[in-house]
Structures are given as C-alpha cells and as structure tokens.
C-alpha cells in the first residue's frame, strides 16, 4: 500500500520559512518523480514545483514560487523536501505531496492528473 505522509505545516508570519517533508513507502522511491501542489480555500489544486527521480535531477517550479522555494529528495530516506522562505499571504493553502511513476521518463509534469498517487496534505498559513 503507497502512501505519502506530508509533515511540517503550520502557521507563520509573512516573510518567515518553513520546511514540509513528505515521507513515502509502499513504492520503490526511485520509479517516481515527485511534486507539490497546493490548495487554497475555493481555488482549485495548483502545481508548486517537482523534482525527477533521480537526487539532483529535474527541477521545475510554479513562476509564483521560484526564488523562494527549493525542492529536494532524499532517495536514501524515501523523502522529499520543501523549503519554503519568504512566504507570502498568498502562499496560505494546503500542501499536497505527490508521486508519478517514471520508470521510463525524465519528463517532469505539473499537471495534478499526471500523478499516480497523494498524501492528505498539511495545512500552510502564512499571517499578517
């Protein structure tokens, strides 16, 4: 049974950091590319930013994050990671961990039905 546990949401001022992990088992960690999406109150999901299989690999972010966050894995923890800095009011939104198998691709997507599984998100609230 896969599954993807985000953690290390909560609740911080304008311009402060935090870190979400998103721990996963079930698969072979290596077979998927992994990304994040977001979802704030009645908007639709959105693409964060995604990372390829492999540690080091493809990087690709949402323009409304870039500079600001920073996506990384660990193969050897079945693990990745979302440094948030700088957040913004508007980056309040439910984080969602997700993995597309890849076996055979380097491409990495941002669409949300391109991946094959879901964590049940943990909730960022950025305040005044």
């Known amino acids: 049974q896969v599954q993807l546990v985000e953690s290390g949401g909560g609740l911080v001022q304008a311009g402060g950091s935090l870190r979400l992990s998103c721990a996963a088992s079930?698969?072979?960690?290596?077979?998927?590319?992994l990304g994040w999406f977001r979802q704030a109150p009645g908007k639709e999901r959105e693409f964060v930013v995604a990372?390829?299989?492999?540690?080091?690999?493809?990087?690709v972010y949402a323009d409304s994050v870039k500079g600001r966050f920073t996506i990384s894995r660990d193969n050897a923890k079945n693990t990745v990671y979302l440094q948030m800095n700088s957040l913004k009011l508007e980056d309040t939104a439910v984080y969602y961990c997700?993995?597309?198998?890849?076996?055979?691709?380097?491409?990495?997507?941002?669409?949300?039905?391109?991946?094959?599984?879901w964590g049940q998100g943990t909730q960022v609230t950025v305040s005044s």
């Open positions: 997700a993995a597309e198998r890849a076996v055979f691709s380097t491409i990495v997507r941002t669409m949300a039905h391109d991946y094959d599984y």
């Open positions: 079930g698969l072979t960690f290596t077979f998927y590319h």
């Open positions: 990372i390829s299989r492999s540690s080091g690999g493809t990087t």
